[in-house]
């Protein structure tokens, strides 16, 4: 580039975007891919502007524009580069979900039609499968061999292999966009779904995580019993919301689980709650 941030300007601009695909097509008879940011506020005008310029598929998501921290001794930001620093790009497994969200984005858009690829925190064929499953076509892999070496896609194109075997899909092609019409806008979900989560005691080693996250960070749903000699915690279900949070810190495999309460009432969604249907 003859002037540095020209590819986040392009990717930040939809109109750039296509004008620059454009460009492209005009004088290349090779496929285009137009690999798109995620450093937007909405990832689908830019995709569909790469689709409008031409392109022959996008791929997504680059790295997202972030800090590594700061030396609170020093006072200077990481990297250290005599004295001053600059923002990076984040990579790796924690951007998975972000990756995936934005893949789903396009993928459900009646309006954009052309391949996907995905990229973004892939480090073994479940990850891949995920991300296929969400629309996109192939995957691509980058900090994951960085760390672990080329070797690893092996490991993923066999494990994908049994999975395709086990699940008695004839391609991989058989799984594409398979989960995109499980993702709707949060408006759409159904409210009379009910669950509550349940201390399993053979299962709980009494740290009382799951208590002190209910009480200080989401419906102090949780009070002690004493059961077989010891105290245990217990869910206050006429509080619980199914939130999940006990859950996700509670350290003791199988010792909170999240079960159904509805009875299977029609669905309604937010929608037709507020209208009074």
Not at 80 to 95: E, I, K, P, R
Request: proline share 5%.
């Amino acid at each position: 580039m003859s002037e540095r941030g020209m590819g986040a300007a392009m990717g930040q601009v939809p109109e750039y975007t296509c004008m620059v695909t454009e460009w492209v097509k005009e004088v290349s008879d090779l496929p285009v891919i137009v690999k798109l940011t995620p450093n937007v506020t909405h990832i689908v005008p830019p995709g569909k502007a790469a689709q409008k310029g031409g392109a022959d598929a996008v791929s997504l998501i680059n790295t997202i524009n972030s800090i590594m921290g700061v030396d609170v001794e020093t006072m200077i930001p990481y990297p250290n580069v005599n004295g001053m620093a600059a923002h990076g790009g984040y990579c790796g497994t924690a951007v998975k979900p972000i990756a995936l969200n934005m893949v789903s984005e396009l993928a459900r858009d009646a309006e954009f039609n052309i391949p996907i690829s995905g990229i973004g925190g892939i480090n073994t064929w479940r990850d891949a499968v995920e991300f296929m499953l969400l629309g996109a076509g192939n995957v691509q892999v980058c900090t994951a061999v960085m760390h672990y070496g080329y070797r690893i896609v092996e490991d993923m194109i066999d494990g994908l292999n049994a999975y395709l075997d086990e699940k008695g899909f004839a391609s991989v092609n058989d799984i594409i966009g398979k989960s995109v019409n499980r993702v709707t806008d949060w408006g759409n979900l159904d409210l009379n779904y009910d669950v509550k989560a349940h201390v399993n005691e053979e299962h709980c080693i009494r740290c009382n995580l799951c208590y002190v996250a209910c009480e200080d960070g989401a419906h102090q749903s949780f009070e002690f019993v004493e059961s077989n000699g010891h105290r245990y915690p217990r869910v206050i279900e006429a509080e619980c919301v199914g939130c999940n949070l006990c859950a996700l810190v509670c350290p003791s495999p199988g010792a909170i689980t999240m079960e159904r309460r509805d009875d299977g009432t029609e669905p309604q969604t937010w929608k037709q709650r507020t209208q009074g249907n």
